[in-house]
């Protein structure tokens, strides 16, 4: 089991696409790095820890206020992670951030045949 980040930004179907992400994976954690919309919207069975951020913000301050928020919470020196939902700018906060705290990544995502690795 590894940790889980994904980024859950706008657009119901890439929430559909997270959603099966989490409940067809087999995670040690999950967090997902969300606007307050999202942390009030998204439902799910498992336990989530959200990191809450401003989209609108320039990428520097989303960086670093995703950095600080996952700072010392992985359980491992690899992380599962997913970047379906959100934009370029987004994308590049939560990569940015994950590559400063040191972690591995591991691009995955949902197919018809389950959870894979890309």
Known sequence: MTDLVACLSSGEKSWAHVARLINE???KNIFLITNEFGKKNFKSEKNINFTVVDFQKPAFELIDEIQKSLRGKFTDLEIALNLVSGNGKEHMAVLSALLKLGVGIR????????????
């Open 25 to 27: 994976g087999d995670w």
């Open 107 to 118: 691009l995955m995502a949902v197919t018809k045949e389950g959870v894979k690795e890309l």
